[in-house]
């Protein structure tokens, strides 16, 4: 009951801490543009195979990276919350890499017994 006349003495305190300055989210915005027509110019360019594909994975991680941050709170959210958020996407890239490695296994494999490229 204490806490409840206490809060209701003070709501705009309470207000405040869940306002961020309008300044952050257009600046987050802008960011969010200029990563776009980067990614757009590696089409336009005309970039091929690995750097392009390393050049539009990396753009297209920061910008995810910005809109969770920011637009979804976890900039502020409990430490807990961000790695039951954060923490499964990372060990889902581990896991890919284990697998590319092991394609790269199998491919040798088949290359060296049959001689021949599937």
Do not use: C
């Not at 809060?7 to 200029?34: D, N, R, S, T």
């Amino acid at each position: 009951m204490a806490h409840a006349e206490a809060h209701a003495a003070h709501p705009a305190a309470h207000a405040e801490q869940q306002q961020h300055p309008i300044k952050l989210y257009l600046l987050v915005w802008g960011l969010l543009f200029v990563l776009s027509a980067f990614s757009y110019l590696v089409d336009y360019f005309g970039l091929q195979g690995y750097l392009r594909w390393s050049l539009i994975l990396i753009f297209m991680m920061l910008k995810a990276g910005l809109i969770v941050a920011v637009f979804m709170h976890m900039a502020w959210e409990r430490l807990a919350l961000i790695y039951a958020i954060l923490l499964p996407p990372l060990l889902v890239l581990v896991f890919v890499a284990l697998m590319v490695s092991e394609s790269n296994y199998v491919l040798f494999t088949r290359l060296a017994f049959f001689g021949t490229e599937p």
